[in-house]
Structures are given as C-alpha cells and as structure tokens.
C-alpha cells in the first residue's frame, strides 16, 4: 500500500530545508507518495488562519508529517490564535503526538564543531523525551487582563495530570532499555506543584513497571548546568513541555548547531507521527541559501524509523548523513562554506 508522507514546509528557512527532504526521498524512497500543505504565516497570508481543518484532516489521515519550520517578524503582531506558531500548537494537540523525541547525537566528525570542548561531548548521545501536548502550552486559564491600577496582568497556566505524565514516561522508559538503561526526570519539584505530582508520578511508575531502569531526579535548572558540564551522563532525559523546549535547544549546541537537531512527536502506536527539525524559521538566514538542511533530513530518517516502518532505509541514510560530514561537509553553522543544497548534495553523493 502507498505511504504518504505530508510536508508542511512553513516559512523563513522551512521551505529551503523541506525542498531537501523532498531530494533525499525522491532519491531514497520513490515509492513514497509525497504531499504539501500550508503551515504557519504561510496559511495565515493565504486564507487566515495559521492551518486549516483541511490540513488538519489530511495530517491525521497521512503515514507521517513533515514540518519544516514556521514564524517569523512579520506574522508578530497577528492576532495570537492566528500565530504561526499556534497553527503548529493546534497540529501537536489535534495529531495528539504526546511524546516529543529530541536526540542530541555529537557525531564524531563534528567534536571540533561544538563550542564546548571536544572531551566534554565526544560520544554524545542524549535521548530527550520532551511531554509536547501539556503543560503550560496549553494549560487554561491562560491570558492578558486589565488592573484597576491601570496595569495589565499576563497569565499562563501549568498543568499536568496523572496519565499525562505517566504516558511520557512510559516512552522513556521504553526507549532507556534499549539503550543504556537511564532515565533521568527534570522538573521543578522544589517550587512548583505540577513539579511536585510529575515526581511522585515517575517514582511510582518507575517501581511498578520499571525497576530494572535506573531513574535519577533531577531539578531543571541543574538539569541545563549539568548538560554543559558533563552532558555523557545522561542517557534519557524526561522533562514538561517548556523545560524540553528550553534544554533541547541547549542540548542541540553541544551538537556543533541547532541545524542538526532533528525530532520525533509521536503518539499511541498506530497513530502518524509529527516529525520536525527543532530550530525555527530562522529570519537571519532565510533566503540566503545557509541553512543547515540536516536536522530536516535527519527528521526523515526518524520518519522512516518510527511512522513507515523502513528501518534498514533510515540506517542507510543516518550512515550517508555521518559519511558526508566525516569527508567534511560543513554549512557556515558548522564552521564551513557549503550551500543548503551543496550540503544535500554530499549527502546524496554518499548514498550512492
Ligand atoms: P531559530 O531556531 O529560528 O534561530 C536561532 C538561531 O539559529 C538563528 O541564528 C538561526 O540562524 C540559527 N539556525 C536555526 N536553524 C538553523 C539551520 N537549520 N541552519 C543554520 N542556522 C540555523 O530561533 P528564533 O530566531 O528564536 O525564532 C525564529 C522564529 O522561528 C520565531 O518565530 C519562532 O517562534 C519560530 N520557531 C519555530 C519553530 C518551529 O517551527 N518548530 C521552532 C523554533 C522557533
Ligand atoms: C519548538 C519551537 C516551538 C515550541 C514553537 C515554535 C511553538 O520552539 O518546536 O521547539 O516552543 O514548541
Ligand atoms: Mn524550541
């Protein structure tokens, strides 16, 4: 039966890495039907709104989704439910992809990229499994009112519940035994209460169904200290909504660039998964042709993996992707010269 893959390429450099992906499945997976829609400031200039009921249906209904990224200065002062960056929110709620998977990978052939020094994130490999329709995203009640001082009060709402944290750390749990078997839990258990119950739900989760992993607390803040000073501690990191966000972006620097990390936004088995490059539209490079199309292309060797069922495919192509960077292909990001498609380009060479 055909697959489809849906590309949401969106806007700034989401567009010029996702014109990539559409390179390396051509090549790679011909078979796969490839389909697009609009996501983001894009949707919203053509009819409106930041994604349409009809991309929405067409996601829900595809093998897999592709986002490149979206946002950006000009879509600033839309009206909020009108942001780029809510029609994505709305896509992760409806697709119901709970579980965010964000692997900081220091390939070898990039120790020398990273900022930090080469013995610090040489053998990097950090699985973190980021809660992605929850938290503060999407906790009610959320807002801007006015005070009788004249002031004005802005509020978010964070909110967990049992089965929602539970589900998340049931994936990372799963994915710690199949690596080397560590689950470490970030949140703020000192001050917050979502903190508190997201604690004592891992812990007794973890002595029921896991025992055999080994489980560390940790609070989010030394959670980012720890990640610079040693990050080859962790194996799998669990964390909320927000704190993955922030330590995910963090943890992608040790990679040598934010353009090389990819993601994985997956639900109930069965169910299509979101797969996304986790840096954003980019507006200081969009257009000129330097972005980093790997964490794109990466995203669809996770697509392969986890929604299509083509692992030997993906293999092949993580293989192709660490052979073109090991003969030295570098976009300006990782200290080189090479154009977004140049950087294809060696990838596609080494595919063969
Ligand atoms: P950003 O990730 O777009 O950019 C941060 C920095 O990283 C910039 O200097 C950028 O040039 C660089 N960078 C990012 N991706 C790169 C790549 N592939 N190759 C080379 N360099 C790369 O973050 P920002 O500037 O804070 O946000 C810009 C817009 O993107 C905002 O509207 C934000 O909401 C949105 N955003 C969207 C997503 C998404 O669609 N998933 C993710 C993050 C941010
Ligand atoms: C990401 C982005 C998004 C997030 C924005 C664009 C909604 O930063 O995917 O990391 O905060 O989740
Ligand atoms: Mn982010």
């Known amino acids: 039966m055909t697959q489809t893959l849906l590309l949401l390429p969106g806007d700034g450099i989401g567009p010029e890495v996702t014109a990539e992906v559409r390179r390396v499945a051509e090549r790679l997976t011909p078979d796969l039907n490839l389909e697009e829609a609009l996501l983001g400031g894009c949707c919203f200039d053509a009819h409106g709104v930041s994604i349409t009921d009809e991309t929405v249906a067409r996601a829900k209904a595809a093998d897999a989704v592709l986002m490149g990224a979206v946002g950006g ?13 809510a ?24 120790a020398d990229a990273s900022t930090l020094k080469r013995e610090v994130i040489a053998g990097l490999d950090i699985m973190i499994v980021r809660e992605l329709t929850g938290g503060v995203y999407f906790g009610e009640p959320r807002g801007v009112e006015k005070l009788d001082d004249g002031q004005k009060r802005g509020f978010d709402t964070q909110t967990y519940t049992t089965s929602e944290i539970q589900r998340v750390c049931r994936v990372a749990f799963e994915l710690a035994r199949g690596r080397r078997n560590k689950v470490t839990s970030a949140e703020k258990s000192n001050v917050m209460e979502s903190g508190m ?6 812990t007794a989760l973890h002595a029921k169904e896991y025992p055999d992993v080994e489980l560390e607390h940790m609070l989010a803040d030394n959670a980012a200290m720890q990640l610079v000073r040693r990050p080859t501690q962790f194996d ?28 994985a936004a997956l639900g109930d088995p069965g169910r299509p998964g979101l797969y996304e490059p986790i840096h954003g539209s980019a507006p200081d490079i969009a257009g000129k042709s330097a972005a980093n199309p790997l964490a794109a292309i990466l995203s669809f060797e996770m697509a392969l993996r986890w929604s299509l069922g083509r692992g030997e495919t993906a293999d092949r192509l993580f293989k192709a992707v660490e052979a073109a960077l090991a003969a030295g292909a570098r976009t300006a990001d990782l200290g080189g010269s090479l154009k977004t498609a140049q950087m294809t380009d060696a990838v596609l060479k080494a595919l063969g």
């Open 73 to 85: 200065p000009q879509w600033a002062s839309a009206p909020r439910a009108q942001r780029p960056e």
């Open 87 to 110: 029609g994505l929110l709305r896509l992760r709620k409806e697709m119901q992809v709970f579980a965010n998977l964000r692997p900081a990978l220091c390939f070898d052939a990039l």
């Open 197 to 202: 119950l997201w604690r004592e739900v891992v």
């Open 236 to 263: 799998v990191l669990v964390t909320d909504n927000l704190f993955g966000d922030i330590l995910s972006d963090e943890a992608a620097q040790l990679t040598g660039s934010l353009g090389m990390l990819p993601s």
